[in-house]
């Protein structure tokens, strides 16, 4: 059990550890560093040519008409592409067989195998003349069958994508123990169970992918600037995989970002092909995507299908938990694709809950769509969804309070080791339930019910929990350098898409040397800049950044001292350190010697020439464990299905806070996304053509402001002790907890009416659907 004292509840506007973020100065002033406000004198500008078929032969390709026309430099198909290899993917899941990894080079070769499928590229003088000749490159195909739908993928008379994977399967992952599992419901009193859709997700991101390639040809170093993140492992991937390169032969840089989500973190081919024309032209080759490139090429989220099984003994409580799940891939292995149906939802699996046993089964197919790589979130939304949406099944089918379920069976005892070996530390997941229901005003809710009625609406009350676990690898390293100008420069793995990593890193820094926050400048995204990183990811930047950060302070303390004590003339034992500098103790005359971290690094510079620095190696692999419970209450009009969110409801737990105003931010995010998974977003594929019907924002919905209402949030601090900070992490908590408490909400509001399931999203079509079906049954 968590004391009562280990637990603070936090209003973020209020508390003084809530400083608003520093880089919103020049970005509100419009003088962010976004990649392409800034040309590069001489740079040239590459357009894609790209498939219109889900799956197709090149037959051949023509490129004498655009070739001739004003502008262009060069265009260029695979054959062209001399000594670049397939994208690798690095990641390793521990799978039956061997995970397959088709070839993908950075154009297609002989075959397309997804709608926008790179076929060939053009550099021109401007962006408009690049575009022009794409539309002048002539294609031959021979039109294939394709597969577009995950439930048919895996179907004996499908339509085969890669020959070296039969059947267009990937992979198969198991875990869990099966005896125990099949004993636990052999013996259950109940079982509950129910088959879900976690829907395709576009990213969307507001500033689209962006890359500018150079090269360097008296060092051969080739220089990537990206709107990006994860620039140490992208380099990884095009040095030693695409281009077979020491990684001192490519740089990779971000500015400032404008969104990502986890889609940016990914290799893209576009990325491979900038540089290799740079050096092929000796220019600069600047490429920005368009919208339409984003949706049919940039990475999509979620997209799989699950069986879930729950078994109960005659009370209620949990015995068992048994997890299907069929995965798309989409047409390639990306970066970080196959761990997000496989490693990540199996560290979460379970959630807040006590459960003896757990089995996985997930099998991952290829389709020939988009591929599915890491979107915000990356496997724990879909294992709390899955999970929550159970617990509610089998609430109803048991006649037991939807939450008074949850309680009796929430872990109340830590450290708990759950069915998989995932070690929860702390929580207090009883008290936040407890507690958001007390905020969302249970009590209350069967008068608002009735008033609802009296306007023909139907109003529903949903609660959701959810478990984050916030990555504990790989591991981290942190720089400090004291400058002369009166600065730190602080240098960090991680990276910022929004995060606000300048103001809270530089608070975390502030605080353990005594300085003030303005005295911090951060360096990141830079692999010239920064020598090693992990990234940013998993909601891990605090909890490995952060902790690498205060022991680079520790390390600078710990180096200035012997100068210190030189300069004061006094032995080290002797000196204290505070407020950024080492004091000598009082003598008799009640004075004492004092000197500060800059003078210390001036006279360091003076002495050797070297600068004040230090280093904080983090070496980590715990998992931290960002928590909450969630209410949802949706009023649904029956006649036409629309569903309206009248109030959403928060308790979390983010461990220690070190900036809790940019906390209620970040989850703020979070649950706009999850809404908009729950409500209106869904990426859709004709199942004949192949093509992505959901390819604009015409036909892809984005939550509007009047999609979401004002949040009710609540943050309660339960310190961590896996980081000195006890911090626990929450950039993806938002849209984790989110789906699952929109969606129980919506049934709840329709169950009287007949309807027992609905699958994501809960659009207004959907909705009406159901209850016509279920009104149709009913007869």
Request: with cysteine; charged share 20%; net charge negative.
């Amino acid at each position: 059990m968590i004391a009562p004292d280990t637990m603070r509840r936090v209003a973020a506007p209020d508390d003084p550890r809530s400083l608003r973020r520093r880089e919103d100065q020049r970005f509100l002033t419009g003088a962010g560093r976004y990649l392409d406000d800034h040309l590069v004198p001489g740079e040239l500008f590459a357009a894609m040519v790209r498939s219109p078929h889900a799956h197709a032969r090149i037959l051949s390709i023509d490129t004498t008409a655009a070739a001739d026309m004003p502008g262009v430099r060069g265009i260029y198909t695979a054959d062209d592409l001399d000594g670049l290899h397939p994208l690798p993917c690095y990641i390793v899941v521990k799978t039956v067989d061997p995970l397959i990894v088709p070839p993908r080079f950075p154009l297609a070769r002989e075959r397309v195998r997804h709608v926008g499928d790179l076929v060939a590229f053009v550099v021109a003088e401007s962006r408009e003349a690049a575009r022009d000749a794409c539309e002048q490159v002539i294609v031959n195909y021979d039109i294939l069958p394709s597969v577009t739908e995950l439930r048919g993928a895996l179907d004996p008379q499908a339509a085969q994508i890669w020959p070296k994977a039969p059947g267009n399967l990937a992979f198969r992952f198991e875990r869990g123990d099966r005896e125990a599992v099949a004993k636990a419901f052999a013996g259950a009193a109940h079982v509950a169970s129910c088959d879900l859709v976690n829907n395709r997700i576009v990213a969307a991101a507001m500033e689209p992918r962006i890359a500018l390639g150079r090269f360097d040809p008296a060092s051969g170093v080739y220089r990537l600037a990206i709107s990006g993140a994860s620039v140490h492992a992208i380099r990884r991937e095009l040095a030693e995989g695409v281009f077979g390169l020491p990684l001192d032969r490519i740089e990779v840089s971000c500015p400032d970002v404008g969104g990502g989500f986890g889609m940016k973190n990914v290799t893209y081919p576009e990325y491979a092909l900038v540089l290799w024309a740079a050096r092929k032209l000796a220019r600069p080759v600047h490429w920005t995507a368009d919208r339409l490139d984003e949706f049919t090429s940039g990475v999509h989220g979620r997209d799989n299908l699950t069986k879930a099984r729950l078994a109960l003994d005659a009370k209620g409580r949990f015995l068992a938990l048994a997890v299907e799940t069929l995965s798309n891939l989409g047409a390639y292995v990306s970066s970080l694709g196959p761990g997000s149906s496989t490693n990540a939802p199996s560290t979460a699996m379970g959630g807040l809950y006590d459960i003896p046993a757990m089995t996985m089964d997930v099998r991952g197919a290829f389709t020939n769509t988009v591929p599915i790589d890491a979107y915000r979130g990356a496997g724990k939304p879909e294992a709390n969804y899955l999970l929550e949406r159970l617990i509610d099944t089998a609430a109803h089918q048991l006649a037991i309070d939807p939450a008074e379920l949850r309680r009796r069976n929430f872990i109340r005892h830590f450290p708990h080791r759950s069915a998989f070996g995932t070690v929860i530390d702390c929580g207090a997941f009883a008290a936040n339930l407890d507690r958001v229901l007390a905020a969302a005003d249970r009590a209350g809710f069967a008068r608002r019910k009735r008033e609802a009625k009296k306007r023909g609406k139907l109003r529903g009350f949903g609660i959701g929990c959810f478990l984050e676990t916030s990555r504990g690898q790989p591991n981290e390293e942190a720089w400090l350098t004291v400058r002369r100008d009166g600065a730190i420069d602080m240098a960090v793995g991680t990276q910022s898409n929004g995060q606000g990593h300048e103001t809270s890193f530089a608070q975390v820094a502030a605080q353990r040397l005594g300085l003030p926050i303005e005295t911090f400048q951060l360096v990141q995204g830079d692999t010239a800049l920064v020598p090693r990183g992990g990234g940013h990811g998993g909601a891990r930047s605090l909890h490995l950044g952060g902790t690498a950060l205060l022991m680079a302070a520790d390390d600078l303390i710990a180096r200035a001292l012997p100068v210190a004590a030189q300069l004061l003339q006094v032995g080290a034992g002797e000196l204290a350190f505070g407020d950024g500098r080492f004091r000598t103790v009082a003598g008799a005359d009640g004075l004492a010697q004092e000197v500060d971290l800059f003078t210390i690094a001036r006279h360091a510079a003076e002495s050797n020439g070297a600068a004040l620095s230090s280093h904080g190696d983090n070496i980590c692999d715990v998992i931290t464990f960002p928590n909450g419970a969630q209410v949802a209450e949706v009023e649904v009009d029956p006649e036409t299905g629309a569903v309206s969110l009248e109030r959403y409801v928060a308790v979390d737990d983010y461990g220690r806070l070190v900036n809790p105003l940019l906390t209620e931010s970040q989850v703020h995010g979070g649950l706009a996304q999850g809404i908009g998974q729950a409500l209106l977003e869904e990426a859709v594929y004709d199942p004949d053509s192949g093509q992505l019907l959901s390819a604009t924002f015409m036909d892809y919905a984005m939550p509007r402001a009047d999609d979401i209402p004002f949040f009710d949030l609540e943050m309660v601090e339960v310190p961590t002790k896996a980081n000195p900070l006890g911090a626990k992490g929450s950039g993806q908590a938002g849209c984790i907890g989110a789906p699952q408490t929109v969606m129980n909400a919506v049934l709840d509001a329709l169950r009287p009416l007949g309807v027992t399931h609905l699958d994501m999203p809960a659009t207004p079509a959907r909705v009406w659907r159901a209850i016509r079906d279920a009104q149709a049954a009913a007869l």
